[in-house]
């Protein structure tokens, strides 16, 4: 039935599902602008979520107890399953997940900024969890409501974990803002460097953001980049004033009429630099990653091989 009908009918069809948030399943008819724009950023979350690894990965030995030391490999397992459930997601929409991550090896796709920056110090795992599992919580729960249902779904559990995330940020920075002077100057150190990088995950100001508004009239995106940002600043800096500590924003003022806090400009030749490709951890992460899937071919080989074994067991 459905190709009886015109392009422009399907298409009328399709934004009226939207607009009575009735959710699009996979084997639904949509555009294919709507497929590519979810393949684009499903798929560059699934690579944020596994590129994002690395920089705690560095301190899983290095935690300074047992405690400590379970609960990062716990949040970064958490972040592999992320990838894994968007990879799937992507899928759905016909993507080849072997393509997929070549794109983010040869440099085509793109993952999030935040991500190509060093983790210096033991704060950095409790600047991170608070920070940039507070970010990405604050873009992610409205993905719950995506249009599109298989990443709709995904973004639930995925939320629920990063929540978690953001609480083990949150106490390690705690912790080491009420410990000895050195331990506050570490963490104070880490907000310092992470501060705007967390602002820059929410991507371009709204006027330079290209795929904003088509995304959000098919209720992919929810908000604006500049309302998630705001959101995240207006929540996280009482935040900062509770464990003492100090936002690196000159500028930063709250204003009692909005109910809202204005901060410095941020600076956006270092975010598009880093998009580039020209971050300080760019090219060690690919590398790595590229390392990564070198070094397991012999698993997907052995799976396969296996796989294959079995099959012909059974039509024997
Ligand atoms: N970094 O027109 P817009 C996490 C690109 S997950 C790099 O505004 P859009 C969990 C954008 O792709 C963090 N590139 O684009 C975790 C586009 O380029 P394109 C990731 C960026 O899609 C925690 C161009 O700029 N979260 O942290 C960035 O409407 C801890 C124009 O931008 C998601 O991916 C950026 N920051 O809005 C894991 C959430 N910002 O594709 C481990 C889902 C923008 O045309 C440890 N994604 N660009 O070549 C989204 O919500 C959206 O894609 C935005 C960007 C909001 C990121």
């Not at 592999?80 to 085509?108: P, V």
């Not at 509770?242 to 924003?249: K, R, S």
């Amino acid at each position: 039935m459905v190709k009886d009908l015109s392009i422009q009918e399907l298409e009328k069809r399709f934004q009226e599902k939207i607009d009575k948030d009735i959710k699009i399943e996979p084997n639904d008819w949509m555009p294919d602008d709507y497929r590519q724009t979810l393949i684009r950023q499903i798929s560059q979350h699934a690579h944020s979520e596994i590129v994002g690894m690395l920089p705690e990965g560095n301190w899983i030995t290095r935690a300074p107890n047992l405690r400590r030391k379970a609960v990062l490999l716990a949040k970064v397992q958490d972040e592999a399953g992320h990838g894994l459930y968007l990879y799937s997601a992507a899928e759905t929409l016909g993507a080849d997940r072997e393509e997929t991550i070549d794109d983010l090896h040869s440099g085509k796709a793109k993952y999030s900024s935040i991500f190509n920056y060093p983790t210096l110090s033991w704060a950095d795992m409790g600047a991170i969890g608070w920070l940039v599992d507070g970010a990405a919580i604050m873009n992610q729960v409205p993905l719950c409501r995506c249009s599109y249902g298989p990443y709709a779904r995904a973004m639930v559990r995925v939320c629920k974990e990063e929540s978690f995330h953001q609480r083990q940020g949150f106490e390690i920075m705690a912790h080491l803002a009420q410990g000895s002077p050195e331990q506050k100057a570490m963490a104070q150190d880490a907000l310092n460097r992470f501060w705007w990088p967390a602002l820059m995950m929410f991507g371009p100001n709204d006027a330079e953001s290209k795929h904003t508004l088509q995304s959000m009239n098919w209720k992919i995106k929810r908000h604006t980049n500049d309302e998630l940002r705001q959101q995240f600043v207006d929540v996280t800096i009482p935040q900062a004033e509770m464990i003492g500590l100090t936002i690196p924003d000159k500028d930063l003022i709250f204003n009692e009429l909005t109910g809202h806090y204005e901060f410095g400009e941020i600076n956006w030749d270092e975010f598009w630099n880093v998009v580039k490709g020209n971050g300080p951890c760019n090219k060690d992460r690919i590398d790595t990653r590229k390392k990564a899937k070198e070094d397991g071919a012999w698993v997907r080989e052995a799976a396969l091989a296996f796989a294959d074994k079995r099959q012909k067991r059974k039509s024997a």
